[in-house]
């Protein structure tokens, strides 16, 4: 998309590798201090160390070793006064990261439901995947203190409300794991298409996000749900880079060149998600929302997709997860399935819940051009672009005005 | 840890109770002894309040008269009924408990010291 920037690039190379080593080390540390917010610091401590010196030094050969001693070290300085934590981390040692991965637990902590949902998102990015509070406050274009304050009453509430440092078990499982998932997918929708950005695409938390569901797919290979959200994400981004032209403006699905799709890349998604399919036979919503994505993904063109076997993907995901938004996108299907009349019909029930959404009215905008009612279409793409913030999708509406 | 968990009521829930036939509450009594029952090893102790227009506030204000009022220290249509005081691992086991509390409709789980 943008030509290549060393400086960049050499950013990306060092988020990867913080991510790959931080979330580990939070895992050892915490399980080591019995203190999360303890050892979450001394990570940070460490990982903000790493990006300002590796740029200049060179990523060492042994990263996780490098944060651990400077964790360590980190430690032993700050916590003079606590000397429970001083006589435990004077006693450690680096050895191998441990055959088991710890960093399940760290996920279900930092999405723990007696959480707020900001706090849960700034804590999986900062604990999980080890970015900076400066890194988390651009992605969401708030001021830095905003997210620190987050973090720092999540921390709070971890150790004095006492959520605990572990897997849930049997029964609770499922319905944290939905928490889990819920926290992945919402940032991956919000990096997908950041709705108040000025940046239309905010591409590094769609990489954190594709990141942690494969991290949680290895962690959790029985869940299919988990696979689902995975084959999600990979089947959204393989056809990434068709969804700007050169002028980053925003091109629709049905005028994308698919040419440009990653092919290879939705064949995997599309093998991943018919394997958990298959193996476990219990659908779920990111399952069959990634199955409407491959009926997208394996369409040669808009025209010959499978739309009524996509409203029949729909009805299933509105009998398990109502929602007006599903309904809505539903109604779109539909439009193709049957007629635009039809679709028309069906948002008619959906004004109450979805006034205030963009999509509704240029959904209905659309719709109405497709019946040639265009004075009631130039008004609903009004109504749409009034509420909209999202710059791509603001200038896509505006060419609608224009014409 | 300890945790307080406080049940509190909502006017729908009041009226619900209300209406039922003297049978039904009877059992919607002995669900609420069951329960209890099924966690005495966890509940430290546990206290059942009157209902809420037996309620008196006092206010206390600085270098003046307190004032007394009729009524709970909030006006609202969810009110505090009770509270059991648990000993328990973590937050979880407290929300484990609450999950499985069979009568009003709001529980609020704190630590406690």
């Given at each position: 998309?943008?030509?290549?920037?060393?400086?960049?690039?050499?950013?990306?190379?060092?988020?990867?590798?913080?991510?790959?080593?931080?979330?580990?080390l939070a895992a050892s540390l915490v399980s080591l201090l019995?203190?999360?917010?303890a050892a979450e610091?001394l990570v940070?401590?460490?990982?903000?160390?790493?990006?300002?010196?590796?740029?200049?030094?060179?990523?060492?050969?042994?990263?996780?070793?490098?944060?651990f001693?400077?964790a360590?070290?980190?430690g032993?300085?700050?916590?003079?006064?606590?000397?429970?934590?001083?006589?435990?981390?004077?006693?450690?040692?680096?050895?191998?990261?441990?055959?088991?991965?710890?960093?399940?637990?760290?996920?279900?902590?930092?999405?723990?439901?007696?959480?707020?949902?900001?706090?849960?998102?700034?804590?999986?990015?900062?604990?999980?995947?080890?970015?900076?509070?400066?890194?988390?406050?651009?992605?969401?274009?708030?001021?830095?203190?905003?997210?620190?304050?987050?973090?720092?009453?999540?921390?709070?509430?971890?150790?004095?409300?006492?959520?605990?440092?572990?897997?849930?078990?049997?029964?609770?499982?499922?319905?944290?794991?939905?928490?889990?998932?819920?926290?992945?997918?919402?940032?991956?929708?919000?990096?997908?298409?950041?709705?108040?950005?000025?940046?239309?695409?905010?591409?590094?938390?769609?990489?954190?996000?594709?990141?942690?569901?494969?991290?949680?797919?290895?962690?959790?290979?029985?869940?299919?749900?988990?696979?689902?959200?995975?084959?999600?994400?990979?089947?959204?981004?393989?056809?990434?880079?068709?969804?700007?032209?050169?002028?980053?403006?925003?091109?629709?699905?049905?005028?994308?060149?698919?040419?440009?799709?990653?092919?290879?890349?939705?064949?995997?998604?599309?093998?991943?998600?018919?394997?958990?399919?298959?193996?476990?036979?219990?659908?779920?919503?990111?399952?069959?929302?990634?199955?409407?994505?491959?009926?997208?993904?394996?369409?040669?063109?808009?025209?010959?997709?499978?739309?009524?076997?996509?409203?029949?993907?729909?009805?299933?995901?509105?009998?398990?997860?109502?929602?007006?938004?599903?309904?809505?996108?539903?109604?779109?299907?539909?439009?193709?399935?049957?007629?635009?009349?039809?679709?028309?019909?069906?948002?008619?029930?959906?004004?109450?819940?979805?006034?205030?959404?963009?999509?509704?009215?240029?959904?209905?905008?659309?719709?109405?051009?497709?019946?040639?009612?265009?004075?009631?279409?130039?008004?609903?793409?009004?109504?749409?672009?009034?509420?909209?913030?999202?710059?791509?999708?603001?200038?896509?509406?505006?060419?609608?005005?224009?014409? | 840890?300890?945790?307080?968990?406080?049940?509190?009521?909502?006017?729908?829930?009041?009226?619900?109770?209300?209406?039922?036939?003297?049978?039904?509450?009877?059992?919607?009594?002995?669900?609420?002894?069951?329960?209890?029952?099924?966690?005495?090893?966890?509940?430290?102790?546990?206290?059942?309040?009157?209902?809420?227009?037996?309620?008196?506030?006092?206010?206390?204000?600085?270098?003046?008269?307190?004032?007394?009022?009729?009524?709970?220290?909030?006006?609202?249509?969810?009110?505090?009924?009770?509270?059991?005081?648990?000993?328990?691992?973590?937050?979880?086991?407290?929300?484990?408990?609450?999950?499985?509390?069979?009568?009003?409709?709001?529980?609020?789980?704190?630590?406690?010291?």
């Open positions: 998309m943008t030509g290549a920037d060393p400086e960049r690039v050499s950013q990306e190379a060092l988020a990867r590798v913080v991510r790959d080593h931080a979330g580990r019995g203190d999360f917010s610091d940070q401590d460490a990982v903000e160390t790493a990006l300002r010196r590796w740029p200049v030094e060179g990523v060492p050969d042994r990263p996780d070793a490098w944060l001693t400077v360590r070290r980190r032993l300085d700050v916590l003079r006064r606590e000397t429970n934590y001083r006589a435990k981390l004077a006693q450690l040692t680096w050895v191998e990261p441990a055959q088991k991965d710890d960093r399940l637990q760290l996920i279900f902590t930092c999405c723990h439901p007696a959480l707020s949902l900001e706090a849960r998102i700034a804590l999986t990015l900062r604990v999980v995947c080890g970015l900076s509070t400066a890194q988390i406050a651009a992605a969401f274009l708030v001021p830095e203190t905003t997210v620190a304050q987050r973090l720092t009453r999540a921390k709070r509430k971890i150790t004095e409300a006492g959520i605990p440092y572990r897997i849930p078990d049997g029964d609770d499982l499922s319905e944290r794991l939905d928490g889990v998932l819920a926290v992945i997918y919402l940032l991956f929708n919000e990096g997908y298409l950041s709705s108040g950005g000025a940046r239309a695409q905010a591409r590094d938390l769609v990489d954190d996000a594709e990141w942690l569901a494969s991290l949680l797919a290895g962690l959790m290979p029985d869940e299919p749900e988990v696979a689902g959200l995975l084959a999600l994400i990979r089947l959204h981004r393989a056809r990434g880079a068709a969804r700007f032209d050169d002028r980053e403006q925003l091109v629709l699905l049905a005028d994308q060149d698919r040419g440009r799709w990653d092919h290879a890349a939705i064949g995997a998604a599309i093998a991943l998600l018919m394997r958990a399919a298959r193996a476990h036979r219990r659908p779920g919503p990111y399952q069959l929302q990634a199955a409407i994505a491959a009926c997208h993904a394996e369409a040669e063109s808009f025209e010959s997709t499978d739309w009524p076997q996509i409203v029949v993907l729909y009805d299933m995901l509105l009998h398990l997860a109502p929602s007006p938004i599903t309904r809505l996108h539903r109604a779109i299907a539909l439009r193709y399935a049957v007629s635009p009349e039809a679709a028309l019909d069906e948002l008619k029930d959906l004004d109450r819940a979805l006034e205030n959404y963009p999509l509704l009215h240029a959904t209905r905008a659309d719709l109405l051009r497709a019946l040639r009612r265009n004075h009631e279409a130039r008004e609903c793409d009004e109504r749409a672009l009034a509420l909209t913030a999202n710059p791509a999708q603001q200038a896509l509406l505006e060419k609608r005005l224009s014409w | 840890m300890k945790y307080v968990l406080m049940f509190v009521e909502t006017e729908e829930f009041a009226k619900e109770l209300e209406a039922m036939g003297a049978l039904e509450r009877e059992d919607a009594y002995a669900a609420v002894g069951r329960w209890f029952a099924e966690n005495a090893t966890k509940i430290t102790h546990h206290t059942h309040l009157a209902p809420v227009h037996t309620a008196t506030t006092m206010r206390l204000r600085r270098g003046e008269e307190p004032v007394v009022t009729d009524g709970p220290f909030v006006e609202g249509k969810e009110v505090v009924t009770g509270f059991a005081e648990v000993e328990v691992a973590d937050l979880d086991e407290a929300l484990k408990m609450a999950r499985s509390w069979p009568a009003c409709p709001i529980v609020e789980i704190r630590p406690a010291s």
